[in-house]
């Protein structure tokens, strides 16, 4: 039931813990969310094999900690070369369990490859200091591993959230337990083994998933992880969060958005359509960057909501694995639910359907590219993240007006603007309370840029050289010189 692949030896629906695939007594399955037809079948692992993975992390960290940063290197180089290699299944793989369009799929693997490149060179660029000190003293601080790691993932980028972080664990020198998520854990097996036949040994990157709650519990409390890494909803990353207080893990949350994408009326026209669908349609909606809210000034307004329909309504929608498509299906019910439900919200308050509105007939799980005026913050809309194919444009008049708007919410994770105005962009860059901010462009996610929120949108940044600091530590080493 998987899909036509090549060579694909390398796949298996099996997690690895310590170099070895795990069966299990209790197992779940795996959909293809365009045609609910089972994909595979996993084992379903929760609190002993949790431990179990850990323990073979401890054990591996103890050799793969002291390997030279050359080596760490060179492997993330070979397995590199091998998810190009394997680019097409990947991708395919992709689609199948995600939904996504085949051409965002393999642009995903790109993207996933892409850190796994980027932490390959930062391994060895991991400089220390040499601090001035007195005359009988000298100050060193050198940087070390933090430890074994614990990393849970989601499933709307089922490659790229996962090379994020465990290429800069194991360029770091850390060891890791990855628990990605249960839509999508065959991507995460793929990866992992072709990590292995890359060399990585055993141990040093292990995949487990089934009982979410019970292996999330373990990676959060046991002692031995001392670092723990988390992409999703932002209720989850709370909660896992708390749960890491106990034995004071280092933290990372890369949690929801809820990006506001600002329309000026001196902005260029094309560019902010093109902005708009880059952000908005991606991943058919399912990105925690994409634009939740489209604010519009009253000038350009009418303009920007016929150009953006035009767009909008000449989407292909449909299965990705069937011919080039632009837009594909909503992962689960609930997804499609929640979709459908800010639609019927901002319906009954007022808003009106420019295109779209309702379930496609591509299948149960597709909507219609939708676009949405009369959009006004008190719509549900407004305040939760739709994670789907609908654009609410909002109305607005002044650049203040606009400002207040788009930072009245607790996420604060990507912003976009597009104005020809260069005072006004600076102006709106330092206005908006995010953090990262797209301005005449709507995609903000690279490897070489640091990726990650402020307020409740999350803890630390991925990618960029800065994205490895996660996995580190500063050691301070204070020589008495006679
Ligand atoms: P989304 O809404 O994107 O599915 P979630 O936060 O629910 O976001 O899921 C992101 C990841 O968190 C998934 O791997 C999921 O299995 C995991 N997850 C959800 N709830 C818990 C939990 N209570 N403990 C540990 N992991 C969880």
């Given amino acids: ?70 080596e760490r290197a060179r492997l993330l180089q070979d397995w590199l070369a091998l998810v190009r290699l394997h680019r097409q299944d990947l991708g395919l793989l992709m689609t199948a369990e995600q939904g996504k369009p085949l051409a965002e799929a393999l642009g995903e693997v790109d993207y996933a490859a892409s850190f796994i490149q980027w932490f390959a060179e930062e391994a060895r660029r991991l400089y220390g200091e040499v601090i001035p000190a007195s005359s ?101 990353g709370k909660l896992l969060t708390a749960q890491c207080a106990a034995t004071l893990k280092r933290v990372s949350m890369e949690l929801g958005g809820n990006a506001p994408l600002l329309v000026f009326d001196d902005a260029d026209l094309d560019q902010a359509v093109e902005g708009a669908i880059a952000s908005k349609f991606r991943n058919t909606g399912q990105t925690c960057v994409c634009a939740n809210r489209i604010l519009v000034q009253g000038g350009i307004h009418d303009r920007f909501v016929e150009a953006l329909a035009a767009r909008v309504s000449a989407f292909t929608v449909g299965n990705g694995l069937e011919g080039a498509t632009d837009q594909g299906p909503l992962i689960t019910r609930a997804a499609f639910d929640k979709v459908q439900g800010h639609v019927a919200d901002a319906l009954a308050q007022g808003g009106g359907i420019v295109t779209g509105g309702k379930r496609h007939d591509a299948g149960e799980l597709f909507f219609q590219p939708t676009v949405l005026t009369g959009a006004n913050p008190t719509m549900r809309l407004a305040d939760e993240e739709t994670f789907g194919p609908v654009a609410p444009v909002f109305r607005f008049d002044t650049e203040a007006e606009a400002l207040a708007l788009a930072n009245a919410t607790r996420s604060g994770l990507a912003a976009y603007a597009f104005t020809r105005d260069i005072d006004r962009a600076w102006r709106v860059a330092e206005g908006l309370e995010t953090g990262m901010v797209g301005m005449n462009n709507g995609i903000v996610s690279t490897e070489t840029a640091p990726f990650g929120g402020i307020k409740e949108s999350g803890l630390g940044r991925e990618g960029s050289r800065h994205g490895i600091d996660e996995f580190l530590e500063m050691k301070t080493i204070n020589l008495g010189v006679r």
């Avoid at 170099?19 to 299990?24: C, K, M, Q, S």
């Avoid at 045609?35 to 960290?61: F, H, K, Q």
């Avoid at 854990?185 to 060399?199: D, Q, S, V, Y």
């Fill in 136 to 236: 009988d003293r000298r100050i060193i601080v050198i940087r070390q591993p933090v430890g074994v790691a614990g990393a849970i993932t989601p499933w709307n980028f089922p490659a790229a959230m996962i090379t994020r972080k465990v290429a800069p664990a194991l360029a770091a020198g850390c060891t890791v337990t990855l628990k990605p998520s249960e839509l999508t854990p065959l991507t995460a097996f793929a990866l992992a083994k072709l990590a292995l036949e890359a060399g990585f040994p055993p141990g040093v990157f292990n995949v487990v998933c089934g009982d979410a709650p019970a292996i999330g519990s373990v990676l959060t409390s046991h002692p031995d992880v001392t670092k723990f890494t988390f992409t999703g909803s932002t209720a989850v």
């Fill in 1 to 70: 039931t998987i899909p036509p692949l090549g060579r694909n030896d390398f796949l298996t629906s099996q997690p690895i813990i310590d170099g070895t695939e795990v069966e299990a007594a209790s197992t779940f399955t795996v959909a293809n969310p365009a045609t609910g037809g089972t994909l595979a079948t996993v084992a379903l692992l929760g609190e002993a094999e949790t431990r179990r993975s850990i323990e073979s992390n401890s054990r591996a960290y103890a050799d793969w900690r002291k390997r030279s940063a050359q």
